[in-house]
T-cell receptor, first 111, second 115 residues
Framework: DAKTTQPPSMDCAEGRAANLPCNHS???????VYWYRQIHSQGPQYIIH???NNETNEMASLIITEDRKSSTLILPHATLRDTAVYYC????????????FGKGTKLSVIP | KAGVTQTPRYLIKTRGQQVTLSCSPI?????VSWYQQTPGQGLQFLFE???????NKGNFPGRFSGRQFSNSRSEMNVSTLELGDSALYLC??????????????FGPGTRLTVT
């Protein structure tokens, strides 16, 4: 699976949109982009995933660039409970049912 | 719908002992994966089971083993514990309907401390 690069940390004001970038320049055509987050000392939580179209669910939106080399996770109205480490993962699923977690981005939502 | 449950939540063991951790997946989920999380190495994949068969294994020594039962519940075992095995052990389940829909749902983890 392709490698991802994320900034180690970001701050966001409460109530504002949080935009978390992820670079995956070596992504191949059959690989999906998955986002998870982990609130301190809890198990990671699935957020959203996509292949090439933008995706939205009740938690977030995922914007994937046309060349698929990068993506942005958007939390439209960040709250203090969104403070967590966010992981961007590229996954092909081709016979390899495992997720490879990097170091992620530590998002701090500031009151 | 109940989430993934893991027991016990906390465990203290001594070097050289062995330990068994248990995971009950979400009802209807047939895939169970195990991960180890430490401050130094982050989240690392241990192994994944589907229909009682190990489908994939991470880069861990043979002291780490697991199994899955017919009801999809899973256990992992660590023998001859070392201090470095102190970690949060996470279990995740997935419907694994197909290779392109592989959202994993994690349990709260078992915090293992080896003294």
């Amino acid at each position: 699976d392709a490698k991802t690069t994320q900034p180690p940390s970001m701050d966001c004001a409460e109530g504002r949109a949080a935009n978390l970038p992820c670079n995956h320049s070596t992504i191949s055509g059959n690989e999906y982009v998955y986002w998870y987050r982990q609130i301190h000392s809890q198990g990671p939580q699935y957020i959203i995933h996509g292949l090439k179209n933008n995706e939205t669910n009740e938690m977030a939106s995922l914007i994937i660039t046309e060349d698929r080399k990068s993506s942005t996770l958007i939390l439209p109205h960040a709250t203090l409970r969104d403070t967590a480490v966010y992981y961007c993962i590229v996954y092909s699923g081709a016979g390899s049912y495992q997720l490879t977690f990097g170091k992620g981005t530590k998002l701090s939502v500031i009151p | 719908k109940a989430g993934v449950t893991q027991t016990p939540r906390y465990l203290i063991k001594t070097r050289g002992q062995q330990v068994t951790l248990s995971c009950s997946p979400i009802s209807g989920h047939r895939s169970v994966s195990w991960y180890q999380q430490t401050p130094g190495q982050g989240l690392q994949f241990l192994f994944e089971y589907f229909s009682e068969t190990q489908r994939n294994k991470g880069n861990f020594p043979g002291r780490f083993s697991g199994r899955q039962f017919s009801n999809s519940r899973s256990e992992m075992n660590v023998s001859t514990l070392e201090l470095g095995d102190s970690a949060l052990y996470l279990c995740a389940s997935s419907r694994a309907r197909d290779s392109h829909s592989y959202e994993q749902y994690f349990g709260p983890g078992t915090r293992l401390t080896v003294t």
